[in-house]
Nanobody, 120 residues
Framework: QVQLVESGGGLVQAGGSLRLSCAASGSIFSINAMGWYRQAPGKQRELVAAITSRDSTSYGDSVKGRFTISRDNAKNTVYLQMNSLKAEDTAVYYC??????????????WGQGTQVTVSS
């Protein structure tokens, strides 16, 4: 089994910053891509940012220039630095990891979600 533990969500005023973390543990052979998605009430889940094993990054259009994704391979952890937060960034943020488990089966794994609320 692979477990993802997220942290760092909370309530912040518009213009403020938050940093999310997601640590993967368990039966991991290797990790490929890591990323963050979010889902606001009444909306579909959308990609926020992703990072490959070679540190190539991609971002959703609405967060470009404000959010930065990074990873620490030694800790199997992915981070999302969120600056200049807006009310429309309010959502539940989910960590996603694409990994090979110890049986060499590739799967997508999801965190439990962490709430980010931006007050205007």
């Amino acid at each position: 089994q692979v477990q993802l533990v997220e942290s760092g969500g909370g309530l912040v005023q518009a213009g403020g910053s938050l940093r999310l973390s997601c640590a993967a543990s368990g039966s991991i052979f290797s990790i490929n891509a890591m990323g963050w998605y979010r889902q606001a009430p009444g909306k579909q889940r959308e990609l926020v940012a992703a990072i490959t094993s070679r540190d190539s990054t991609s971002y959703g259009d609405s967060v470009k220039g404000r959010f930065t994704i990074s990873r620490d391979n030694a800790k199997n952890t992915v981070y999302l630095q969120m600056n200049s937060l807006k009310a429309e960034d309010t959502a539940v943020y989910y960590c996603n990891v694409n990994a090979l488990n110890l049986r060499l089966v590739r799967n997508d794994y999801w965190g439990q979600g962490t709430q980010v609320t931006v007050s205007s």
